[in-house]
């Protein structure tokens, strides 16, 4: 049920962009109340970064009203999976270097 279509695409960046400000937000808090207990460790760092990337749960469709917002939740679903690979790609290279 993805679709592309322009009415869609503003609400689910919005939401996407929503989401990944709240993950930043929560991620920094976090790490700094773990670090702040244990010495900063680069691999339990990645960890967390990679714990706050990952994409929502695939479960929520079932919660919503199919038929009025199946298609904007599968996009943003759908997409969001899409910038979390691109995240990962990011963190690969975090991890490696």
């Given amino acids: 049920e993805v679709s592309f279509s322009k009415r869609l695409m503003k609400p689910v960046f919005k939401t996407i962009g929503l989401r990944l400000v709240m993950a930043t937000v929560l991620m ?3 790490s700094a109340l ?3 207990i244990m010495p900063f460790n ?3 760092f990645t960890a967390i970064l990679l714990f706050f990337s990952l994409p929502a749960t695939f479960i929520i ?6 038929e009025e917002e199946g298609e904007y ?6 997409i969001n999976t899409l ?4 995240i ?4 690969a290279f ?3 270097t």
């Fill in 28 to 30: 920094a808090a976090a």
């Fill in 34 to 36: 773990i670090f702040l």
């Fill in 42 to 44: 680069k691999i339990l």
């Fill in 61 to 66: 469709p079932i919660y919503g009203k199919v």
């Fill in 73 to 78: 939740i599968s996009t943003t679903l759908s």
């Fill in 83 to 86: 910038v979390t690979i691109a």
């Fill in 88 to 91: 990962f790609f990011g963190l």
């Fill in 94 to 96: 975090y991890a490696i």
